[in-house]
Each structure stands twice: as structure tokens, then as C-alpha cells.
């Protein structure tokens, strides 16, 4: 201890005080309530043993019973396909507005820098906006759609069970397609320009210059990019509680909502914690691929 103590103050150990600060950190506000949130998952838990460590333990009983829920695989469908529309989305969009700025036009970084508003937005605040470009009455989306001539009469876009989760997919795209967009962007201006004027005089059109030269360049960045997207979306909580919160009739409810009403309305906190439980285990895995991506384009 005594050296290792030495060791800090005269700098050489300097480096190891830099770490484990930073683990502490982690283990104290990370580390510590998740293992306390799987632990609860195995054991029976109501509002008067919340506080307790030691409560009983009833193995794999609170999973049998959350996939027996009638409920369960509508919110895993959901979930799936808010996770899957929305990255997707976000993904094409960026890619797009990647390309496009990727010309340097005059004014394109100033005009890249203002699509970073949205993400730096909070999500409450960007469900607030959303509400009203859905509003079924005097929304800006229903205003465009009547008088385009796509619709004839208004959607209620956050009560109808047909729409109600296409309305949160919609403000999920627009909330993180500018991150898409900057990740894709830095990934684009690593891409050598001498490859381009090489394969055009080659005869090679945009398309053929996209597919053989862009995509397999960008491969890597594509995989963080995908990577963190379905980390991210898996975490969107804000955009359903200010749209519509999971309604009507679960027809916008998702893993991570779900969770939140089975603990803090339900006052089922096993079931909240064992619906965690299995988003923690999505989230880990969606952040292997993330570090297997980035090794990848470190060895590169």
C-alpha cells in the first residue's frame, strides 16, 4: 500500500490515480444499481422490502410470469419495430445529409453545425415540439398532408392505435438523424478523394463510385454508427412520456416505458426490474458489436 501510495505522489503512478478514479465513479453510480436491479429480478419484491437486500429469492418465477403476460409480446413487437424504423430512418437520413455536405458547398458547415440543435435538445423538449406538429386538430404534419392532397381529413396521430407509435418513430428519426449525420460525416472525410477522381476517369458514375468505394471504406463507421443507434434507441424514454405515453391501449408502448409502469405505477418493482434486466443484456450486446466496430477501424 505503501508503495503504491509513494508510487501516486511522485507521478509515476499518476496514470493508475486516472483510472480508478473514474471506476470508482462508474461502480458507485453504475456498476452498483445494476447488479442491485438484476438481483431484484430474481426475488419476490413489493413496496415494503424496496429497501432490503435480503428478500426471497424466487429464481426464474417474475420471467415465466413476464412471458406469460398477455401484454409482453405486443411491447416486444413495439419495441422492435420503433427500434428497427427508427434507426433505419436515422441512418438514411444522415447518410443523405452526409453526402450532401460532403460537397462543400459555401455555408455547409455552418448549416452541418445547425442540424446539431435537434440532438442537443432534451427529449422532453422535443416531445413538447412534437406534440404540436401532431396535434390531430391544428398540427403542421396534418396541415401538410391536407393540403398536399395525401389525406383528406385530419389524423389524430397520438391517439389512434394505428398511429401512435409511428408518431414517437418520427420524432425519434428527427431527434437523432443529425448525430447520424456527423458520425457518417467524420467517416466520409477519412475516405482518401484521389480513390473518386481515379475511379471516375475510369468511367465509374456516382452509383458504382458509392457502392464500390464509399460503403466498403465506410464499413466500420457504419457498424459504430448502427451500434450506438440501437443503444440509444433502446434508451429513449422522454419521447413516449410527452406523447403519448405508451397509449392508447398499449399501442406506443416499448420495453423501456413498460418498465418504468411496472415499477412507478404498478408497484410491481420485480417485473420493472426483470423487463430492465432484459434490455440491459440487448444494450450489452449492442455495445460489443460498438467495440468490435471501433477495434476494426483502429486497425484499419
Not at 15 to 33: E, H, Y
Not at 83 to 89: H, L, M
Not at 138 to 160: A, P
Not at 214 to 229: C, D
Request: charged share 10%; aromatic share 14%.
Amino acid at each position: 500500500m505503501k508503495r503504491l501510495l509513494s508510487s501516486v505522489t511522485d507521478g509515476k503512478g499518476f496514470d493508475i490515480l486516472l483510472v480508478s478514479l473514474p471506476l470508482l465513479f462508474l461502480l458507485a453510480f453504475s456498476g452498483l444499481p445494476l447488479l442491485y436491479n438484476v438481483l431484484m429480478s430474481f426475488q419476490e419484491v413489493d413496496i415494503f422490502s424496496l429497501g432490503r437486500l435480503i428478500r426471497p429469492f424466487i429464481g426464474l418465477d417474475n420471467y415465466r410470469e413476464l412471458f406469460a403476460a398477455p401484454e409482453f409480446w405486443p411491447i416486444m413487437w413495439n419495441t422492435m419495430l420503433f427500434v428497427v424504423c427508427s434507426i433505419a430512418g436515422q441512418f438514411t437520413l444522415g447518410l443523405a445529409l452526409a453526402l450532401f455536405f460532403d460537397t462543400g458547398f459555401r455555408g455547409s458547415s455552418f448549416l452541418r453545425g445547425l442540424f446539431l440543435v435537434s440532438w442537443v435538445m432534451p427529449g422532453l423538449v422535443v416531445g413538447a415540439i412534437w406534440n404540436w406538429i401532431l396535434s390531430g386538430d391544428f398540427g403542421v404534419l396534418n396541415y401538410l398532408l391536407t393540403s398536399s392532397g395525401l389525406i383528406s381529413e385530419n389524423i389524430f396521430w397520438r391517439s389512434d392505435v394505428d398511429y401512435s407509435l409511428w408518431a414517437v418513430v418520427l420524432a425519434n428519426i428527427w431527434l437523432g438523424t443529425s448525430f447520424n449525420m456527423i458520425l457518417l460525416s467524420v467517416g466520409l472525410a477519412g475516405i482518401p478523394k484521389d480513390l473518386y477522381e481515379a475511379s471516375e476517369l475510369d468511367g465509374a458514375n456516382i452509383l458504382q463510385r458509392f457502392s464500390t468505394i464509399t460503403l466498403p471504406m465506410m464499413r466500420s463507421t457504419i457498424g459504430a454508427v448502427i451500434s450506438l443507434g440501437l443503444i440509444f434507441t433502446l434508451q429513449q424514454f422522454d419521447l413516449f412520456a410527452a406523447i403519448t405515453s405508451g397509449g392508447p391501449a398499449n399501442s406506443s408502448n416499448v420495453a423501456q416505458y413498460w418498465a418504468w409502469e411496472l415499477s412507478f405505477r404498478q408497484y410491481d418493482f420485480a417485473k420493472g426490474a426483470t423487463v430492465s434486466t432484459l434490455m440491459i443484456i440487448t444494450v450489452m450486446i449492442a455495445a460489443v458489436l460498438y467495440v468490435r466496430s471501433t477495434r476494426h477501424e483502429v486497425r484499419i
